[in-house]
């Protein structure tokens, strides 16, 4: 009531006195103030806000007070008013307050960041609800005043932070201005801020990035301002343009997305050509000298490759436009390597990730066929180069960039059977999936850290590889089917060679931690490798493996495998088969040596790892491979059919020999419940299809389990 008889009294020095008393209480600690203290300034305060007409008294305090607290809660007084009583408001009490506060700004240097930030988003908000009721062109003329104030050195600031505050006032996000404005209101008047005004902005926002030339040597002490600058373009590169009326409500969801794809009109054809490209990727090498302003710089480059719509006028444009993105990115990719730049791989993986999901196979077709091979050995030898970098170092935001190239490889084998010429591209894949095996093998064949004297992970506490890089792992997967003829072959000698190995130096009582490791990704790449991804009942084998089977129906022998499996099995042999075969026998070789050394007793001297993984690995190749359902694909090879096919004996010989090895895992590591887990999720498998054994076999063998289980 006190404050009340004040304001109504026109007493204005001890209203002030009162709000600044109550500002200061709530700028301090609470530990200093009582609870009866706080809770009247807080009173106070609220009631200040509350108050009509409170434009007197908050010019007051911002004449009088030089406090910037009392500022700040004068100008969110005015905000919350101007919106309240906008109605009852006359044009000239509108345009008096914006020029009021824009005028206070400009007199008054040296205001704190948020009270300056808050007082130009009041004038940006009255600008915005005027927009659609002055005259058709105020708002490109209250633009072109504040590109006038970028001319000068005294106000540019003043006109950057003017910029930023139209463009978030404007954009149709602002969720502030739902209660007092229609939706369709926040879209015309968005749409009158993209028809001149934000071209005009972005226009003179490029010239101030262009004289970076000149700048340099003082970044770092103008760092505000540029960041200020960056900030802004890439608010305008991220603008989401209403093209088309019926596709305004679609932008709502779009508004969920991390990057919104730049379709502007026809008028903002500059953003194509070379000087924009070119300056982008020139901003990007300059600011190596500051991650904030390179991460800036950097969006900016992701935000210029989602460029489409009605600003290509054909194919042609399109695809010279995509050229010349892929000509700068080329070169910073060389030098990301060159110089070794964390940072730049991050930004550089995220730029190319982003242009790879804007364009199809049709515009990349169409590009210089020199400079797409040119960009692919350049992604290929980022990805190396990433790949090597977080194995050495194991940095954990290393791998996060890994996870971003291979979902650029990921769209890349997507539409790899598209792509002309596709042979540099199989090339370049292999080379990754070569890079990927080494990074997981110990020297000398492979760079990771040896781990021999770490202690063996508890495998049902710690998260396992093939949930923790399961993405991974797919796209690997899906590279090394690319090239089976070169990527199998690898994968299945590795293994054995490791399987012989861990036999050797189990028997001879040596260290095999480093052997154990290499074989865990083995198994899994080689499982990722012939069977794609496996859930109940969708299991099926890949088609590129079945070309590959088809193209070599004359290479395979039932008697060769019979021979095989009956003479060789356990001794570390490579099948001379096709590499499909050898690469399931090589899983095989590895669950015999594991049961042979389980039943000489070296239990504790065995990884249960390896185990769970390998009956995991079983379990998606027989849900794909063993006895396959024939109506679910167009065409099997013969060389499926014929040797594990529901009428084949090796069929029903690999049935009973994967049972064995799960009675195996389930008594001889009783006590691992990640092991059991494997070992019963493969014997589902296997019991899902009733046709997969014979009765008389499989009750025994069931029998045999169950009475082990007893036994312990």
Known sequence: NEYKSYLSSRNMEQCMKQLVEASRVMSSPASQQTGDTRKAAEKLLLEFKQSEKPYQICTYILENSGDSYLYF??????????MREWNLLTDDDKDGMRDYLLNFCNTHQHLSGYVLRQMLHVVALVVKRTTLTKAQDYLSCFVDNVCGLLESPNTIMLGLELCSSLIDEFTIADKTLLPYMSYRHNLDCKEAMEDAPLF?????????ASGIRTRVPTIKNDKSYWIKVMTILHSILSWDFTVVLSKRLAQISNMTLPVVNLRPPAKWAMLKEHPIINLLGELYLIFEIDEDLQHLARLCLVQLGTLQGAIFTDQEDRVGFLQRYLGVMVKLISRAITIESRVQDHGLSLAVRQLLWSYTSYDINS??????????????????????????????????VVDVLFDSWFNLVGQADDLVPNNILDECMLKVVECYVQCHMAPPIGIRNDTSDMEEIDIDTEEDDRVRYRDQLHIVGALARRNLGMT????????????????????????CMPLFEDIHWLVLLVGYTISDSWTEGTASIPSHVTDYLARLEDSFSVEAIQRFISEELGQCNEFKGNHVHGAIFGLLELAVIYQDLLSKGACHFLSPQIYSSLMWVLARVSASYLMPKEHRYAYIPSSILLILGEESLVGRWLVEFLLEKVISGLVFFVGESTVASDCLTLLQCLSRNSKMYDFHSTYYLYFKMIFYLLLE
């Not at 809660?73 to 101007?82: G, P």
């Not at 990805?383 to 791998?399: F, K, N, P």
């Not at 590795?494 to 260290?511: D, K, M, P, T, Y």
Request: overall charge negative; proline content about 1%.
């Open 73 to 82: 809660v004068a100008c969110s007084t005015i905000k919350e008013a101007l």
């Open 200 to 208: 005009k902005i972005f226009i003179k926002i490029v010239q101030l």
């Open 367 to 400: 590009i210089d066929t020199k400079l797409w091979e040119e960009f692919i050995r350049s992604l290929t030898e980022l990805t190396i180069h990433v790949l090597r970098h977080s194995t050495l170092e194991d940095e954990g935001s290393t791998q996060d």
């Open 488 to 511: 199998l072959p690898l994968l299945t000698r590795l293994l054995l060679q490791r399987a012989a190995a861990i036999r050797e130096r189990v028997e001879n009582q040596e260290e």
